[in-house]
């Protein structure tokens, strides 16, 4: 998963799987181009291999959606950057009728947004 700068590994070796904490910033570099990375990663462990996003994130703080690019297609965040939506809680602030209305996207894939975006500040 290199070049990525791991913060932490949790290992349950009786399930042989992985979570592997990363700074927000570096959870595109550990997955890789389609996964590649990610998928080499478990072949060579043995390991089914989680990627989380290790953030103190405060009620206050914000987060860009560019850092949800390993999660979301760039088409997706090209579309809502469009309607000036640039950060997690700025698309959370529109209904779910609103967004769906000015950025022409299917109602699935905003669902997966906002599903995406909450989970980010819980």
Same mark, same amino acid.
């Given at each position: 998963? &290199? =070049?990525?700068?791991?913060?932490? /590994?949790?290992?349950?070796?009786?399930?042989? %799987?992985?979570?592997? $904490?990363?700074? =927000?910033?570096?959870?595109?570099?550990?997955?890789?181009? +389609?996964? #590649?990375?990610?998928?080499?990663?478990?072949? #060579?462990?043995? $390991?089914? /291999?989680?990627? $989380?996003?290790?953030?103190?994130?405060?009620?206050? *703080?914000?987060? &860009?959606?560019? @850092?949800? &690019?390993?999660? /979301? @297609?760039?088409?997706? #965040?090209?579309? !809502?950057?469009?309607? +000036?939506?640039?950060?997690?809680?700025?698309? #959370? *602030?529109?209904? %779910?009728?609103?967004?769906?209305? %000015?950025?022409? !996207? @299917?109602?699935?894939?905003?669902?997966?947004?906002?599903?995406?975006?909450?989970?980010?500040?819980?």
């Amino acid at each position: 998963m &290199s =070049p990525a700068k791991i913060i932490s /590994i949790k290992l349950n070796q009786d399930e042989k %799987r992985a979570d592997v $904490y990363l700074e =927000p910033e570096e959870v595109s570099l550990a997955i890789g181009k +389609g996964g #590649l990375n990610i998928k080499l990663a478990s072949q #060579l462990t043995g $390991y089914e /291999i989680d990627v $989380y996003r290790e953030t103190e994130v405060e009620d206050d *703080e914000d987060v &860009s959606i560019d @850092e949800f &690019s390993d999660e /979301i @297609e760039s088409w997706v #965040l090209d579309a !809502l950057k469009a309607i +000036g939506c640039d950060t997690a809680k700025s698309v #959370l *602030e529109l209904t %779910r009728e609103d967004l769906i209305k %000015r950025t022409d !996207l @299917e109602e699935e894939t905003i669902d997966d947004i906002i599903r995406i975006f909450k989970a980010e500040f819980e």
